[in-house]
């Protein structure tokens, strides 16, 4: 049986994910939320987030990078040409299984809803941000909220969502 699959993410209320390779917004809460649930983790992401993210070999985790292009990555981690085969060897590791971006691996992550069982940990940054990648729509699932401890940072909430897989999937 597949583990859950999480998927890790910080966006504003129009979903702005990021601007120029980075995020707009620096708010260490988030990022020690994000350091937390990642640690020992398999981390899945696009080749553009393992650039932006220079600490995501620290802390136990294991990066498994999305890229199709021969370019090199600024790490030795393991590649996958695309967001099935990272899942496929993500499978093979133990820990849990994180997709922490980009927004590709998040459409693709939230395309599975209904087969997989997916973990939604999500910030929301209160105040919008000027952004050139977004996150895709997920508010139409239905999904269960679990409890989440709160922000103590004004401006941001924490939130948990569960989607389990439906029962005709293991089928």
Do not use: K
């Amino acid at each position: 049986m597949p583990r859950i699959l999480h998927l890790v993410a910080a966006t504003t209320p129009s979903r702005v994910l990021g601007r120029n390779g980075a995020l707009p917004w620096r708010h260490p809460e988030d990022l020690a939320r994000l350091d937390a649930l990642t640690a020992g983790a398999v981390c899945i992401l696009g080749r553009r987030t393992h650039d932006a993210w220079r600490s995501v070999e620290r802390h136990g985790r294991r990066p498994i990078v999305i890229s199709a292009s021969g370019l090199p990555l600024r790490a030795p981690v393991p590649r996958a040409a695309d967001f099935p085969a990272a899942i496929a060897l993500a499978e093979q590791l133990p820990g849990e299984l994180f997709v922490c971006g980009g927004a590709r691996p998040y459409a693709e992550a939230l395309a599975l809803a209904g087969r997989r069982h997916l973990r939604l940990h999500l910030t929301l940054v209160e105040s919008e941000h000027p952004g050139d990648v977004f996150f895709p729509p997920w508010n139409y699932l239905p999904w269960r909220p679990l409890p989440t401890p709160g922000a103590l940072t004004p401006r941001l909430t924490f939130l948990t969502l569960d989607l389990p897989a439906s029962p005709d999937s293991a089928r």
